[in-house]
């Protein structure tokens, strides 16, 4: 039956595909009769939740009742303390995800403006644009996942408001040089805002080669995102911030929901960033198992990218799908990159545990030698 409210909702959310995430814990649980699940998938911390954010969690468990000081000052000191960078140009909020679209309300006018990114990329870039009424244009990458700046220029024009560019990039891992990124931001109009989102940054090894972030204060028109759903394992409280100017991040201020981020993620963005035996863990469990995945799975066949994430993207030596089919059987979950990105022979991997590398390794060696 046809709704007359529903006839009458806004073109763009009439065809609007919504993001696609990689298949739940539960889902696969029940769909093949299993107990125990390893995911990797989703590129969430290998270690869990921090000890140090469990015990603040239950600290503050009684509080809930109360609204989260607006704008989050303490957190937004502790961000300030951990990054080096002024409070006065970090914008918190529910995720990255939401400043990406307060970036995107604050900068781009609906049906006048243009946003430029790769393709592939993080589809929020295309879905909020497009939630958001305004044209998302996008330029190839090179055929090997590094990017074309040339091609991703051709498409900028003096309406383009925000070009985003990730980095490590999501799904490849692929981390251009602070040097290439200059480049391209002289090239940009000067209205022209450059997002360099940094969700993967703080498993690079070398971060003076390839972060924005101590960086951006000397441009007004760069703004560096981070978030806490990777490094910091926070991903179901929602918590992201931006770095920009701070006139622009005055603007951003006043635009976002009150209370955009919780009184349990406030207080566990700034009990994860004094967990340094957590942190310090969780990038060497990263980079140690990042080496060994890597090593495994070229024996194996298997085309790997490099990456400097939490993650490597493979094409696989099989049909991807047939892959990530016998994998789940065996009640391991890893990203298949048909949808969304459109590479039916690629495949993500999360970084687990060592024990969890190593379960995957020998699922895929016994699915490799059935055949
Ligand atoms: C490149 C990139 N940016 C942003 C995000 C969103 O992060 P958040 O969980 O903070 O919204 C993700 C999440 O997967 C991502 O891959």
Redesign the pocket.
Known sequence: MSSKVCEAIREEVKCFSPYTAGKSIDEVKEAYGLNSIIKLAS?ENPLGTSPRVQDVIKLYASSTFRYAQVGTPNLVDAIAHYFHIPDDTIVSGN???EVIDMLIRVKATPGKNNIVAFKPC?S?YQVLSRLNGVEFRQAALNDDFTFDWDGLLKLVDDQTSIVFI?TPD?PSGYAPKVEEILALHAKLPKSCLLVV?E?YMDFAEDLDRYSMLPRFTQYDNVCV?R???KCFGL?GL?L?FGAMNPQLAEYLRRIRAPFNVNILAEQAGIAVLQDTPFIEETLRVTREGRAYLTKELEALDFNVYPSLANFIMVEAPKDGSYLTEELLKRGLIIRPLVKGYNLPKHLRITIGTDHENQVLISALKEILNAE
């Open positions: 590129n995720g990255s995800d993080f929020m990730t999501n989102d969700a995102l978030t806490f759903s991903a929602r992201g």
